[in-house]
């Protein structure tokens, strides 16, 4: 099982840009799915960006198309969402994900990924 923890949350106003990490521990993610999903007060934890395993490829809910780039680095062992052009609803806990089996697959399901870190707060105000 890896461990996850993740980082770089905070307090922004509207069109900021923040940098969440997620670091782990006990396993190399390099062959993992690895995804960051956000949950609002009240509501469902929702898909937010994916990176397949083995690979660089990246895959995007609509909502953050074009405002928000998932990357990896597998000599740290962590993945990272950069998040630019940030809006109120944006706010939300943001968690990082591994796929609960290895290999190069498309996967947004809650329910696909294993692994979860413990959570990060973004807060976007207007």
């Known amino acids: 099982q890896v461990q996850l923890v993740d980082s770089g949350g905070g307090l922004v106003q509207a069109g900021d840009s923040l940098r969440l990490s997620c670091a782990a521990s006990?396993?190399?993610?390099?062959?993992?799915?690895m995804g960051w999903f956000r949950q609002a007060p009240g509501k469902e934890r929702t898909f937010v960006a994916g990176?397949?395993?083995?690979?660089?490829?990246?895959y995007y809910a609509d909502s953050v198309k074009g405002r928000f780039t998932i990357s990896r680095d597998n000599a740290k062992n962590s993945v990272y969402l950069q998040m630019n052009s940030l809006k109120p609803e944006d706010t939300a806990v943001y968690h990082c994900?591994?796929?609960?089996?290895?290999?190069?697959?498309?996967?947004?399901?809650?329910?696909?990924?294993?692994?979860w870190g413990q959570g990060t707060q973004v807060t976007v105000s207007s």
């Open positions: 994900a591994a796929a609960r089996n290895s290999g190069g697959y498309v996967v947004a399901a809650v329910t696909e990924f294993g692994s």
């Open positions: 006990g396993r190399t993610i390099s062959t993992y799915t």
């Open positions: 990176i397949k395993g083995n690979t660089y490829n990246a």
